[in-house]
């Protein structure tokens, strides 16, 4: 596999030259993200407070730490289903209210 030229990484070969690829790749993302935000905010981001699967990615958060420049809190991993549920909720007009939403978030 080649890497694209414009990385200046090497090919990663082993599979932890891969993870790293790919953990290196999201906090770049993220960086980019989080500068495309920063220019929509009265001030810039502080910390970033990642959620879901990936929260559990100890290297993930560290490199997106290192990318961002920012403090990277791991969230519950099940924030990403339970958001995805509130959210179906919602649109089946299951849920009616913000403050309905809050309440369940309470449980």
């Given at each position: 596999?080649?890497?694209?030229?414009?990385?200046?990484?090497?090919?990663?070969?082993?599979?932890?030259?891969?993870?790293?690829?790919?953990?290196?790749?999201l906090?770049?993302?993220?960086?980019?993200?989080?500068?495309?935000?920063?220019?929509?905010?009265?001030?810039?981001?502080?910390?970033?407070?990642?959620?879901?699967?990936?929260?559990?990615?100890?290297?993930?958060?560290?490199?997106?730490?290192?990318?961002?420049?920012?403090?990277?809190?791991?969230?519950?991993?099940?924030?990403?289903?339970?958001?995805?549920?509130?959210?179906?909720?919602?649109?089946?007009?299951?849920?009616?209210?913000?403050?309905?939403v809050?309440?369940?978030?309470?449980?």
């Amino acid at each position: 596999m080649k890497s694209i030229p414009t990385t200046f990484y090497p090919s990663p070969s082993t599979r932890g030259e891969y993870v790293r690829c790919v953990c290196r790749s999201l906090a770049e993302r993220y960086r980019k993200a989080v500068e495309q935000v920063n220019t929509l905010l009265p001030r810039p981001l502080e910390a970033l407070q990642i959620i879901g699967g990936g929260s559990n990615n100890r290297l993930l958060n560290a490199m997106t730490a290192e990318a961002t420049g920012l403090k990277v809190f791991a969230g519950p991993a099940e924030a990403t289903a339970i958001g995805n549920i509130l959210l179906q909720a919602i649109t089946a007009r299951q849920i009616n209210s913000k403050e309905q939403v809050t309440d369940i978030r309470q449980l």
